[in-house]
């Protein structure tokens, strides 16, 4: 008889968000000139098996003046979704019955420079009509200015993140979105209406509706915002680039960060 001893896998991460010099090549636009943005870099502190092994280390981790935040992330949440749900403007093959997608995480708690609870993100029910629409507690209220950090969007040419100034525009919500999806589609038919004649009104209502329902649940716990700075390699929505929807945790409390 053989005892087999089963070890939780390190699939916890905690990592900081280190401010450095912006590079004044990445602006596109400003629409506020007198408040400052930085590239940022990512490092992973470390790997863990629980939670609170992560939380223990982010205590005792020291201190930096180029730290702008720290963030936990859990491992990923994976789901399968039928090939109804698959972005009809993709030009992957998609199977007839499911696929694994790309998921959001379990959770992400993202923490403030001086190591103070930021925003919670918890996997489940943030789509229209589940229990946590438009429920999640929001630290900022309609006009503030907010730090956005942005771990997803990098520039393309360095992998740098970036830190930027925005105004809280309002919660994301279903109306919101499906008028952001019109801009995005007759921008994205205007832009390559030669290879892609404009389709029917059903057609674009099908890759309208795909787009929407397969958002992920970490992106319906978001709020919009204007950016007060655009920036190259930032996505920005197509149609309309002075707003975007990013998730709650993205989001800091603002102040001026010297480098």
């Keep these: 008889m053989y005892l087999c001893i089963m070890t939780p896998d390190k699939n916890i991460t905690l990592k900081k968000f280190l401010k450095s010099g912006a590079d004044p090549t990445r602006v596109l636009k400003y629409l506020d000139t007198s408040l400052p943005w930085y590239n940022c870099v990512e490092e992973v502190i470390g790997h863990f098996c629980f939670l609170k092994e992560a939380e223990a280390s ?18 990923e949440y994976g789901r399968k979704i039928d090939h109804e749900e698959f972005d009809l403007l993709s030009e992957k093959e998609v199977p007839d019955e499911y696929f ?31 229990s946590r629409y438009l429920n999640e507690p929001n ?14 969007y990098r520039d393309i040419s360095t992998g740098l993140l970036a830190i930027y100034p925005a105004k809280v525009v309002q919660t994301l ?59 190259r390699g930032i996505d920005c929505p197509f149609g309309n680039d002075e707003e975007e929807f990013i998730p709650r945790y993205m989001t800091y409390p603002y102040k001026n960060l010297d480098v």
């Design 139 to 152: 630290a900022f209220k309609v006009g503030d200015i907010v730090w956005v950090l942005q771990p997803g």
């Design 173 to 231: 919500n279903i109306d919101y979105i499906k008028k952001y999806y019109k801009a995005w589609f007759e921008e994205y038919t205007k832009r390559h209406i030669e290879e892609n004649p404009f389709p029917s009104k059903e057609l674009k209502q099908r890759i309208i509706d795909s787009r929407i329902n397969s958002l992920l649940d970490l992106e319906w716990d978001s709020i919009v915002v204007k950016p007060l700075v655009l920036l």
């Design 100 to 130: 694994v997608s790309d998921e959001s995480p379990e959770f992400v708690i993202t923490y403030t420079v001086d190591k103070t609870v930021n925003a919670r993100y918890t996997f489940g029910e943030h789509k229209p009509g589940e």
């Design 58 to 75: 982010l205590a005792d981790h020291p201190t930096d003046d180029n730290i702008v935040g720290y963030s936990i992330e859990g491992p």
